[in-house]
């Protein structure tokens, strides 16, 4: 579950340009000088999309966070919450709450694609967040309950 929820996130970011930040001094990057008050945009796409970081970077597959033995790892390059001492202060609580409505509703429910509905489209509407286009899915109570 864990990496499924992880590669959800990977995959279908929705803040791919993260949050602005300024550099606060004159800094060297890279051999690159960023004067101070430079504005910087971290493009999170393209980190976590990144060939070579990932087993499969261009398709949804929870293998990118399993190791040869089907155990839970996470690259350093999955950073979906930002990073550095700009860290989201709410990713702790955010990835409590991911796992408890993940494991909930899949307990609870069976979410079946319609077979009349043709292949999903995986294309976002861009806008301030990347949102998926709206489509329909049978949700079925499990009969165990």
């Not at 945009?41 to 070579?52: A, C, D, H, S, W």
């Not at 702790?92 to 408890?100: I, N, Q, S, V, W």
Request: proline share 8%; glycine share 6%.
């Amino acid at each position: 579950m864990k990496a499924v929820i992880h590669e959800i996130q990977r995959f279908a970011n929705i803040v791919p340009l993260s949050v602005f930040h300024a550099t606060m001094k004159d800094t060297e990057l890279m051999g690159y000088s960023i004067p101070k008050g430079t504005m910087v945009i971290q493009n999170m796409r393209t980190v976590l999309m990144e060939e070579g970081q990932w087993k499969f970077p261009h398709e949804f597959n929870p293998e990118n966070f399993l190791n040869d033995k089907g155990e839970f790892v996470k690259p350093e390059a999955f950073m979906p919450f930002s990073t550095g001492p700009r860290v989201c202060l709410g990713e702790g609580l955010a990835r409590m709450e991911l796992f408890l409505t993940m494991v909930t509703l899949l307990r609870k429910f069976k979410f079946i694609w319609p077979e009349d509905a043709g292949e999903p489209d995986f294309t976002p509407i861009f806008g301030i967040t990347l949102t998926p286009k709206p489509y329909r899915m049978k949700i079925q109570l499990r009969s165990n309950q």
